[in-house]
């Protein structure tokens, strides 16, 4: 009986998988990169500590995990963290980019995405510009998003934000490029839900901005829904006055040589008519923009009058 | 406060049972995508370090490990290095001194072993679909989900990879090998 290459193929990565390695130091290592990583004190590390530590454990991949297969109750006290982390933030929003300076121009994607997150929600805390960019609810497609965000109850019941009651505003980015916040503030007088993204197009200079079409490409969510998969949409943030939603988008620069720094940014809400321009550095290289997640602040408020799930 | 701290916390929960559950596989596709441990290991840490945060989004998936398959498959393309078509690995040398089991070993292991080369020499996007394809046996609907393109694209790579791999591995036009007629 004769094989066919298909058959012979799938033998072959059959047999080759078996070669991978096994998973008990990776296990440890992802562990102590993770749910480890977030039980230290973020004041004891200082402004930036997280990325250090981020990029120290880069080096010492397989450094074991002093909680691996603890228990719950064995935890450190999680308010205090957060509310230490709060802290960290505010401070850490004006020395982000210093810190990102200090460990150099070529960042991995993990350091990358860290500093993205730490850039979000120290955004809640920064000030930013203003916008006049309309809206609406955005949805439709994709996914995936830069922190957990809470489902709030009652969502569905909060009419989606108007056209005219938010406002677009990207705070300062990251130096290099890397990376930037879009962020829409509820000025309307009742709340409203948002989901979705921006729509945002990326030019060399305010008057010479690149065709759409040659934009979007380059934005390209992390992660979409699967359809055949069973993925559900996610959740929604609901805004009351004043509170804010942000979308990173990011750059992704393992491949140096494809990217190009622009410094104009234009976005605005699906559904508003125009684009409101930033002067803003990024990076086009495998772009890709988040979805909206409600600021801290915001979630903070809706999980203590609300509750999270 | 308190609630989305224990929110966390049972979310860490579940996240430590799936890594302890799941690595292996992934590891195994990992490998199979990047040719080479370290790289392996190194992209399923990073993609699962990268999730951690957003968990709570990745847990509305029904499919978790799907999803996170796809991630560890985009940040593979995002920035693996290519492995150089012209090196020859120690672990392929070793492969061809164990094999030594099969009727006509020689012709067997190296026809084995063009193909595990012929791999390598595909483009980091075609050998992701090969590997969907026909190790996680994903239909040409959910390789392009996954790889963010259309089904016509997902059958043009695999239909050039199998090209490719057809003549590294002296298949005839048919598919069947004309080193295997006595392999059953």
Redesign the interface.
């Known amino acids: ?6 058959e ?14 096994r ?1 008990a ?3 440890e ?3 102590a ?3 480890h990583a ?1 039980e230290s004190d973020p004041v004891a590390d200082g402004p930036g500590g997280r990325l250090r530590r ?1 990029r120290r454990q880069r080096r010492e ?1 397989t450094r074991p995990g002093p909680l691996f297969g603890r228990r ?1 109750h064995d ?1 450190p006290d ?2 205090s963290i ?2 230490a982390a709060a802290a960290l933030v505010i401070v850490g929003a004006g020395v982000t980019a210093g810190v990102r300076h200090q460990l150099g121009a070529h960042h ?3 350091l990358k ?1 860290a500093t993205s ?1 730490l850039a979000s929600v120290a955004a809640s805390a920064a000030a930013g510009g203003a916008g006049d960019q309309p809206t609406s609810d955005g949805l439709g497609r994709s ?8 489902v709030v109850p009652g969502a569905s019941s909060v009419r989606a934000c108007a056209v005219a009651s938010l406002v677009l505003s990207i705070p300062a980015g990251e130096a290099d490029g890397s990376s930037v916040v879009i962020r829409a503030t509820n000025v309307g007088a009742a709340a409203c839900s948002l989901n979705g993204f921006p729509e945002v197009r990326v030019a060399a200079t305010a008057s010479t901005p690149a065709a759409a079409t040659e934009l979007n490409r380059w934005l ?1 969510p ?3 829904p ?10 929604t943030a609901v805004l009351t006055h004043g509170q804010s939603a942000s979308a990173v988008m990011e750059a ?1 620069d ?2 140096p040589a494809s990217c190009e720094l622009r410094s104009v940014i234009q976005a605005r809400m699906p559904g508003g008519s125009t684009y409101r321009t930033f002067t803003r550095p990024i990076q086009t290289c ?1 772009l890709q923009l988040h979805q909206f997640i409600a600021d801290l602040a915001t ?2 408020a809706s ?2 009058s609300a ?3 | 406060m308190k609630v989305e701290a224990e929110d966390q916390a049972n979310r860490d929960e579940r996240f430590v049972l799936f890594v302890q559950t799941h690595t292996d596989a992934l590891l195994r596709s990992a490998y199979l995508l990047t040719r080479d441990a370290p790289d392996a290991e190194e992209l399923v840490q990073d993609t699962l370090a990268w999730l951690y945060p957003r968990w709570a989004q990745v847990e509305l998936a029904e499919h978790r490990l799907a999803y996170v398959r796809k991630s560890l498959v985009n940040r593979f393309l995002a920035g693996r290095r290519r492995l150089s078509s012209s090196e020859v690995r120690f672990d392929d040398a070793l492969e061809l001194v164990r094999d030594e089991g099969y009727p006509d070993a020689t012709t067997h292991v190296d026809q084995r072993l063009e193909i595990w080369r012929a791999l390598g020499e595909l483009s980091e996007r075609q050998r992701a679909a090969v590997v969907l394809r026909f190790f996680h046996d994903l239909a040409d609907a959910d390789v392009a989900e996954v790889l963010d393109c259309r089904v016509g694209t997902v059958r043009s790579l695999i239909s050039r990879s199998l090209t490719a791999l057809r003549l590294a591995g002296a298949f005839d036009e048919e598919g069947g090998s004309t080193y295997l007629r006595t392999v059953t």
């Open positions: 009986m004769t094989r066919t290459l298909t012979e193929l799938q033998s072959v990565l059959i047999d080759r998988s078996l070669a991978a390695p998973p130091d990776t296990i290592a992802v562990l990169r993770t749910v977030t981020q991949p719950h935890r999680r308010l957060v509310v991995s994607a993990e995405t997150a996914y995936a998003v830069g922190t957990p965000e809470p390209r992390a992660l979409r699967i359809s055949g998969l069973g993925l559900t949409a996610p959740g992704f393992d491949d495998n979630r903070t999980s203590g509750g999270s799930r």
